[in-house]
Nanobody, 122 residues
């Protein structure tokens, strides 16, 4: 079993930057693909970004390409999402997820964190 805990959310102005983190425990972190998802009020949860277990390959939602960067530090069992050029439509709860098969896909994740709130003001 894997436990995931997100942190780093907050309130930022449009155009600003924020980095959210996800600390993992209880599993073999380096073998898992890791993903970030988000859910805004009244909307379905959506895929944002994912990364392979080794960190060598990434996948992004089209609307965040060029603005967001996913990375991981396997020595720290932590995955990050650096968010630049934030827009009000990025406002959501950001959730971390782990996939036992280490390919970064838009679905098929096995473990989930509770989420951290990101609010972007205009």
């Amino acid at each position: 079993q894997v436990q995931l805990v997100e942190s780093g959310g907050g309130l930022v102005q449009a155009g600003g930057s924020l980095r959210v983190s996800c600390a993992a425990s209880g599993g073999t972190f380096s073998t898992y693909a890791m993903g970030w998802f988000r859910q805004a009020p009244g909307k379905q949860r959506e895929f944002v970004a994912a990364i392979t277990g080794s960190g060598g390959s990434t996948l992004y939602k089209d609307s965040v390409k060029g603005r967001f960067t996913i990375s991981r530090d396997n020595a720290k069992n932590t995955v990050y999402l650096q968010m630049n050029g934030l827009k009000p439509e990025d406002t959501a709860t950001y959730l971390c997820a782990a996939r036992k098969i280490g390919i970064p896909l838009v679905s098929g994740y096995d473990y989930w964190g509770q989420g951290t709130q990101v609010t972007v003001s205009s």
